[in-house]
């Protein structure tokens, strides 16, 4: 039922402000959007306004929002069992747990089922080190892999520093192939990709390859920018990792799902991981799940050795039958190739934005999961805001963020990075929509453009 009483309309936001706590902020001063409702590419507030889904909420609602099948086969599944214990089995289950190895590179035919990404991640460390009796863990300095403490020091993401005396051991980082800001002022991609692959070399040299259980590689590049991989980085990840028997595991949390024009991520680069962690997409945000999907070799040591994985909710058959009828509607609608198609669009159209603002820097972009770099100079490479900008350093960034919720957009704004990842299901009109939003928001950074 629609709520257009202004006093009740303001009761809901003070509820949430009173009694509930908003991820990654300061609680006070808060002005969220009061949504009532979605469909499509678009969220409704309690007021009528329409803000267009630029980045899919958190890149995850890859289907667009309201899909009628996902809630009836979710109304279908609650009529005849909602909740079951994880030892036992139900046919959405072993349905969704085929289905994921039909669809998942290499020998990957057995999932372990999570509630979200973070738990993925957990449980995908926890299982190398079971498997190779190793303790440490390689990952890359610009990554997200979750806010549970084993994922959150896993990833180089500054929102960890804060707990940062408490993280989990043995996890070692290294940097990314940067190229638009190369950490060895590589004057290629390719020569960028070759440096880097040499820092991991070494480090795994001075780690002591011996020690290293896994390395932890994103499908394609998300939170951190969207930096796109040299064509060949994830290969010699992948062979430098078989080389030291050290497991690969490919974090397709984000990048999973048809969001980069595959399945996932890592299929554009054509290996496959031991273990792969997924969510998000999964159930296009419809429900929570997540898991990680693991070798038939990895798998066959648990059959005569106990598995200390487990989790209350794992395989929860509610969010089972969300995930069957999502991974249905990618196939039925063409979803993963509309990636492409519309990946293409949206490139075109950002072409034509770089030529009108000179404050784009960098574009980078995988099917439809994109960023945008706004710099103070394009030469210097100078950003609009450093990396892990304080709140007084945002002051251009937030101008431009609150001018895209103004005129009618929802998307990721963080530092000088603002991403462009909509459902797959937009449409030209809907993407045109979206870019000239974003054009009239940039144009406020092109003002402290530095000639």
Request: charged share 20%; with cysteine; aromatic share 8%.
């Amino acid at each position: 039922m629609e709520i257009t009483n202004t006093t009740e309309v303001e009761s809901i936001v003070q509820n949430n402000l009173n009694h509930t706590f908003f991820s990654w902020s300061k609680q006070g001063g808060l002005n969220p959007i009061n949504i009532a409702k979605a469909k499509g590419v678009y969220l409704y507030d309690h007021a009528g306004k329409s803000y267009l889904d630029f980045s899919s909420q958190l890149m995850n609602v890859n289907i667009g929002h309201g899909h009628p099948a996902v809630a009836e086969a979710v109304a279908k599944q609650m009529a005849e069992v909602s909740f079951i214990a994880p030892s036992m089995t139900t046919k959405v289950r072993g349905e969704l747990g085929k289905k994921l190895a039909e669809i998942a590179p290499g020998d990957l035919n057995k999932t372990f089922f999570t509630l979200g990404g973070s738990e993925a991640i957990e449980n995908a460390i926890k299982l190398a080190r079971l498997y190779t009796g190793r303790h440490k863990i390689i990952t890359q300095y610009r990554a997200y892999h979750g806010a549970t403490m084993t994922s959150i020091s896993a990833g180089g993401d500054p929102r960890k520093l804060k707990v940062d005396s408490q993280q989990a051991p043995n996890i070692v980082h290294v940097e990314n192939p940067y190229f638009y800001r190369c950490p060895w002022y590589s004057s290629s991609m390719e020569e960028c990709g070759e440096r880097a692959i040499k820092n991991l070399e070494n480090v795994i040299k001075y780690e002591g390859p011996e020690n290293v259980a896994a390395i932890i590689m994103e499908g394609e590049s998300g939170t951190s920018g969207c930096i796109k991989y040299p064509p060949f980085y994830l290969k010699k990840v992948k062979a430098l990792a078989e080389q030291h028997g050290i497991l690969l595991i490919d974090d397709e949390v984000m990048s999973g799902f048809g969001r980069t024009g595959k399945w996932f991520g890592i299929d554009n680069h054509d290996i496959a991981p031991d273990i792969m962690c997924i969510a998000k997409g999964l159930t296009a945000g419809y429900l929570p799940l997540g898991g990680i999907i693991v070798s038939d070799k990895i798998a066959a040591t648990f059959n005569d050795q106990y598995l200390p994985l487990g989790l209350t909710y794992s395989a929860h058959a509610v969010s089972c039958a969300a995930a069957l009828a999502v991974l249905d509607i990618y196939e039925k609608d063409n979803l993963i190739e509309r990636a492409v198609e519309m990946g293409q669009y949206i490139d075109q159209k950002m072409d034509e934005l770089i030529a009108k603002h000179p404050s784009i820097g960098d574009w980078r972009n995988t099917g439809m999961l994109g960023c945008i770099e706004i710099v103070k100079n394009r030469s210097t490479k100078e950003p609009m805001a450093p990396w892990n900008a304080k709140p007084s350093e945002m002051g251009i960034m937030k101008q431009v963020a609150a001018k895209i919720r103004e005129l009618g957009m929802f998307t990721f704004v963080k530092w000088n990075f603002i991403f462009v990842a909509p459902p797959l299901t937009i449409t030209k009109e809907e993407v045109d929509k979206g870019m000239d939003i974003l054009s009239q928001a940039i144009a406020i950074a092109d003002e402290h453009y530095i000639s």
